[in-house]
């Protein structure tokens, strides 16, 4: 019996490729986690009785979700890339390739993404929810910059896990189109409320939209850091605007 479960095994395994197998179902473990353990309804639900303040908590908690974005996706992932895929910085996205279009790529998302986040004024149901982090973000320079730097640390962790060792895991085998559809329909979920996150139909799809893009992004340019900015000034512009106008 356990002679024929190894043989249907290495049959059922034999065309597959290892890399691509294992970071999609790091994905799946990774997201599922994140989704009990990391996201702002665990951190209230844990540790909302010690907040006397409703604005504080939220902002906390969104801390709280930021960071755990990186521990779930980036800082977990480790051990399976390097030691079990013995993969290297280059093999997952995170060495930047000097090139003439990476950096034209980056200036333009400097220029064009603020424009993007700006079209999203007419939308109330965007312009409720950001910031996530509340008016508690604007209220001193501590407060602000604790919050956009667990903000970087949460892109960091998205891009990383999606359009680095996700995208590159993927399309080393089966090529950038499937490795980007891929990629795209599981973090445009995440968005949604299936995965029960509750976001605007808008930014469902607007995060369909954008998973095409960084996912081609990281193939032209070989690196999570291009998307990164641009994920990064999105979110950023987003909450400005949200919030001031």
Do not use: C
Request: hydrophobic share 50%; charged share 15%; aromatic share 20%.
């Amino acid at each position: 019996m356990v002679e024929q479960l190894k043989l249907q095994w290495r049959e059922l395994v034999k065309d597959a490729d290892k890399r691509a197998v294992t970071a999609i179902l790091f994905t799946t473990v990774a997201v599922a986690l994140y989704f009990y353990f990391g996201i702002q309804d665990f951190f209230e639900k844990t540790f909302g009785a010690r907040f006397s303040d409703p604005a504080e908590l939220l902002y906390y908690k969104y801390i709280y979700h930021n960071f755990m974005a990186f521990f779930f996706f980036f800082l977990l992932s480790l051990p399976l890339s390097k030691l079990f895929l013995k993969q290297t910085m280059a093999d997952v996205g995170l060495k930047f390739h000097y090139s003439k279009g990476t950096v034209i790529v980056m200036l333009l998302s400097l220029a064009v993404v603020p424009l993007l986040s700006l079209s999203t004024i007419g939308d109330k149901e965007m312009m409720t929810l950001y910031p996530l982090g509340g008016a508690k973000i604007f209220t001193s320079a501590g407060f602000f910059i604790l919050y956009y730097v667990s903000y970087i640390a949460y892109y960091f962790g998205w891009e990383y896990l999606f359009r680095g060792f996700g995208f590159f895991s993927i399309s080393g085998k089966y090529g950038p189109a499937l490795a980007i559809a891929v990629t795209t329909m599981v973090s445009a979920l995440i968005h949604s409320s299936i995965a029960g996150f509750g976001k605007p139909m808008s930014e469902t799809l607007s995060a369909i939209v954008g998973g095409l893009i960084f996912g081609f992004t990281a193939y032209k340019t070989k690196s999570i850091y291009p998307s990164l900015l641009m994920h990064f000034i999105l979110g950023f512009s987003l909450d400005l605007f949200s919030y001031f106008l």
